[in-house]
């Protein structure tokens, strides 16, 4: 008689899993995010190269050094840092000098993520805290945009980039330019729908190409790595609006296209509003969440001192997350007290 | 025969279906091991009270032990035999329980007599409760409760619809798959029992689309009498589309009320095999001995579907269909939802309905390594109950079984494993709320 | 956009007291622990100072034109009044919510945002309807910054938070990344600091 003789393993059940891994979603959210970060260098040059390593470098050194002192095993394996790391870079204007950008990368991992126990447990987007951290402390810096597709973008940098550390930088005029929606607001210019699409207007590093951006989520929606009703409800409640405001006042609000094309709408909705920690739960839960964020952009744009909105409207709309999650529960099996 | 394509429970899972090693093998009787230990419990409720001594010999399907009380019942000898000691075995639970070591004669032509058979037309609905509880037979889809308790109706409630559960979702089984196709007289014979005993206006024959022979062959059989009232269903195949909940849902559209019974709908779901049993004891007053189960998975060399007698220990089968060299885990039913045991000394009991082993190959040495729960919320999307399994996992980890219970309806989970299988982050979900649900248990009884 | 109108939504949205102005967080982090509690005091925050709203308003109008030295002084007193009174209706209304925020209650509502709340109506020159508006803005700003806090820091406390940000370290942060979040509101409807 052959005894089965082996040391038999115990695991709970259940004993197949369906073969979804974290590392496996960041990752391919990181893939999904380099057609817009290639396109971005392409279009900014080795500014963009620089400001986009000096991101990412200093967010896995900063979680890299965390975990370290607080003596725990390296998440660095997780890729959660490295999206935080290339979402928070192509937030960022491509001349911004390095300390700033560094400086910025250590806060949004250090405090936007490991200060509240690191992955899964940051209530905003951590590439958004860094940069909103960055807007507060640095306005000049943070809004002073290059222009896109200038001739010596490949062989030479703006000296603002590489400013002596917690010097204040200094930008020659004839590199900057304005965003589109700076442009709209301030000088009522509309930028054309088809240059806003590819990508051939001035942003921060990943806002351009909306094409790219679209692609990326598209892919991501696909391998059900991304919950899309985000974004849907976001573009949907934006167009709307816009739409009906643009149809009463003509001269006073832009088109739709526009507002759905321009800025940070098309990154700031397909990569950090779809952040899977920071928003609700549930189906209807992810659709106000979305409905939310299209309104407070929308208002902020609008209405408000600022000319970008989706950074705050997708803050705020992280800090309401909890409460909509407390509120649309669905209804529990065999609870809803219909008679049979 | 009804394709119920469309109609399903909300939610659920897809695990890969695993059937094709042993869906197409008729059942073979497995060999009589030199030893059975038979436990005295093998069903919820009160233990058997033994009415043999040590030394006694015993012929097949003579009664060993007698049910204490309504909610228990009677244990047969699966073999002729001797009963070498009434005392202490392993189970799965990893505690020692009360049982009988029966030996088998080897020579032994091991018949059954007939015992006074309970007749269709003339039992009243209390004689053929009694005669179910006298046969032994529990729930053999795994729960193993009582179905005398299950079928006595409480005053005032009536049931409408009777449901055969032929479902079996869970992978690599192919126990009910096989009965329906080999036993089908005795299945229908058993709905002839049910239905007299619960007065049902309505029985669907539940089968998941991934059976279709099984579909097909139950309705071409379905006698003449039964044609009216009887239906088989086709469901489309989705886990945990055989929980009785879930089945009732999909082909009733009634939920059942938290904390509540089926009876409470107005439903009754009897497992396949547990009625084929029924159909083929009944008559002849015996009680039972063996049942069919699957004996799969990638370690085992001979895989199948086999008739066992009840009380065969796992080391025996195993030993007899042979393993290879990297077995790791071994499950008794299926990996969705069979626990891992941690002794091969315990013995196929009533509830078994397979017994699955695993190599190293199917899950590495070590378990998948755990991340924090990222709230992607793919649990919520697969709970049939609409549970909160992320936000439940955080309160577990943090102690708060209380709130899990309280708020969270912690006790509405029935272990089915959907969350767990598809967490992105490893987190051993099931195992939390089976801590958690013990805790509070514990509580409410002090 | 009518004054009224840009007054309340100044008051709720781009000057919020608590996290614009940073008034009252003494019962800002007292209390937004649970979100029950938080709620309540807002609301309870909310009476306190619509009440404290006419009467500030009722002083500057009739007496202080006559005193004017005796402004800050005449509105800590009637402030503290109006707490006891805000303490005895709570506590007859509803003594669970009086024994959870126990001693807060005095201590929460006599914060520096209702005499906040006073000074910059008076210093503003509000009339009667202003000020009242200004009274419900603002103490909706507040129950709102509360409520916002409270499902945050429930979140925060099943996290596994490094033992050396537990407690007010964390909350502070908190607090401040709200507080960056509402700075999108700045300059909302044209409206100037």
Redesign the interface.
Known sequence: MVSVAKTLQLRTSPHVTSGASVDLIMRHVVWALVPTALFGVYAFGLTAAVTLSAALASCLLAEWLLCKWSEQPSTLSDWSVAVTGLLYGLTLPPGLPVWMTMLGGFIAVGLGKHLFGGLGYNPFNPALVGRAVMQAAFPVGMTTWHAAFGSGRFSSVPSSLFTFPFAAPEYTDALTSATPLAAWKFEHNLAAASDLVMGFTTGSTGETSAVLILLGGAYLAARKMMNWRIPLSIFVTVAVLTFALHLASPEAYPTAPFMLLSGGLMLGAVFMATDMVASPMTTLGVVIYGALIGVLTVTIRLWGGMPEGVMYAILLANAVAPHIDRLVRPTVYGTSGRKA | MRLFSKKTFAHG?H??EAKEATAGLAIRRFPFPPSLTIPLSQHIGKPAVPVVREGEEVIRGQLLAEPDGFMSVAMHAPASGIVRRIGLMPSASGKMVPGIYLEPFPGSSQEVPDGAGVDLESATADEIIAGIQAAGIVGLGGAAFPTHVKLKIPEGKRCETLIINGVECE?FLTTDHRVMLEQSDDIFMGIRYLMKLTQAAKCFIGIEANKPDAAQHLQDKLPADLQAEVEVAVLPVKYPQGAE?MLI?ALTG???????LPI???AVVVNVATTAEIGRLLPVGQGIQERVITVTGPAVKKKGNYRILIGTPL?FI??EV??EDD?????MGG????????S?DIPVVKGTSGVTA?TLR??GDT??KE????????C?DAC?????P??LG??A??GEFATMAEEH?LM?CF?C?SC???????I?L??HF?VAKAAVRKAKAS | MSNLAWIFVSAVLVNNFTLSYFLGLCPFFGVSSRLETAFRLGLANIFVMVITSVCAWSLETLVLPHAPYLRLISFIVVIASTVQFVEMVIKKLSPALFKALGIYLPLITTNCGILGLALFQTSRGYGFFEGLVFAVGAGMGMTLALVLMAGLREEAELSDVPKVARGIALNLIIAGMLAMAFQGFAGLFGSAA
């Open positions: 899972v695990p890969p992978p909940k849902t009634h939920e059942v009320p938290s904390g509540g409470e709908v107005g080391r195993l030993d042979g393993v077995i790791a885990r071994v499950f990996p969705m939802m069979g626990p891992a045991v941690s091969l695993f199917e899950g378990p998948p991340y924090p729960c990222i709230r992607c919320a793919y919520v049939p109950i609409f549970l909160n992320s936000q955080l309160l980890k943090n309806h509405d272990e494993g767990s299988f598809v967490c992105p982050s490893h051993p099931v195992q089976r």
